[in-house]
């Protein structure tokens, strides 16, 4: 499975960004996928995430409320809508994808992930 993301931007605090995480291959739809981001000196942490059936979804305390992850099972996509984003928001975004991922305690473990994306650039400006 290959992961693609996109859609990162630099935008102004309070701004909105709709990032896109597209899985390609074989068996793609029976991947979960999950985002994490990681900013400059600190560790990756865990975002946002949707079951392999686009069902169920999980959000970080840092972002709910304000983002929302959903999917388009046909095209194999999962979205990612950043809405009032704030500065310490700014990291670069990754998507990660766990076969079969229908579990909250997988959808936050990095390590847990079968297939990573490259990563893009979110800059939030105060």
């Known amino acids: 499975v290959q992961l693609q993301a996109s859609g990162g931007g630099l935008v102004q605090a309070g701004g909105s960004l709709r990032l896109s995480c597209a899985a390609s291959g074989p068996d793609a739809r029976f991947y979960s996928r999950n985002w994490f981001r990681q900013a400059p000196g600190k560790e990756r942490e865990f975002v946002a995430g949707i079951t392999w059936s686009f069902s169920e979804t999980f959000y970080a305390n840092a972002v709910k409320g304000r983002f929302t992850i959903d999917g388009d099972k046909a095209g194999n996509t999962a979205y990612l809508q950043m809405n009032n984003l704030h500065p310490e928001d700014t990291a670069v975004y990754y998507c990660?994808?766990?076969?079969?991922?229908?579990?909250?305690?997988?959808?936050?473990?990095?390590?847990?992930?079968?297939?990573w994306g490259e990563g893009t650039q979110v800059t939030v400006s105060s």
């Open positions: 990660a994808a766990k076969e079969y991922g229908v579990y909250y305690y997988e959808a936050v473990d990095g390590d847990a992930m079968d297939f």
